[in-house]
């Protein structure tokens, strides 16, 4: 039996009882769909003038998802209503494929990233954002020698993919890449449904022209 616990901070005060009717109306709608058992997601808040990132989270503890919600946001009552359920889905999907897949290099860190996002427009036919915008053979292929280096690699700079170091890669690359190679393995494969691909090995999406870039 699926059993999930969820924990609303006291901070978002008169928000807190609708936020966590949302989490546990939307954790109900997943659980159908993939079999994720014993879990807690944790949901706190924090205040940026950042206006890409409303919405911050992470699956990368066993058995626990975290978000955190932006206080300052001007549609923070959007935020409740419509992205809240989008991000909880995007990591509620990397919990399930991190329970099934061992493997961590920066072909899975784009698949991972690209699953997910597919599944959330699939199971909410939601509609494109920043994150699935299309990225150009250009923007690929200006990081050829960091690709090669990292794509099978366990211990690959995650910090660097991620915007994390002095360095940067253009704008969302990891998610908007990953989108696209998930969208050209479905359109190679159109019987194969996206939301139940979370247990596929991430070798299958590999696209021919990563294997030239050498």
Known sequence: MNK????????????????????????????KIINVDDFQISIES????????????????????????????LNFEDIITIH?????????HHLARKEAINDWNLLELLVMEGLALHFVMDIFDAEKT????????????????EIDLDLFDESFNHKFW?????????????????????????IKNPEKNAILLYKEPATSFLPEYLMRIK
């Open 130 to 145: 920043s994150l699935t915008q299309d990225i150009s053979d250009e923007d690929i292929f200006s990081l050829k020698n």
């Open 84 to 92: 809240l359920s989008n991000a909880i889905a995007h990591e509620f």
């Open 46 to 73: 924090f205040s940026s003038d950042d206006p890409y990132w409303n919405i911050s989270g992470a699956a990368d503890e066993p058995h626990k998802i975290w978000l955190k919600l932006n206080v300052s946001c």
């Open 162 to 186: 991620q915007n994390k170091t002095e360095r940067k890669v253009p704008t969302l690359f990891v998610y908007r890449f990953g989108y696209r190679i998930v969208k050209e393995y479905l």
């Open 4 to 31: 999930f616990e969820i924990v609303v901070s006291s901070e978002f005060g008169e928000n807190k009882t609708r936020i966590h009717q949302v989490t546990e109306l939307t954790l109900k709608k997943l659980i």
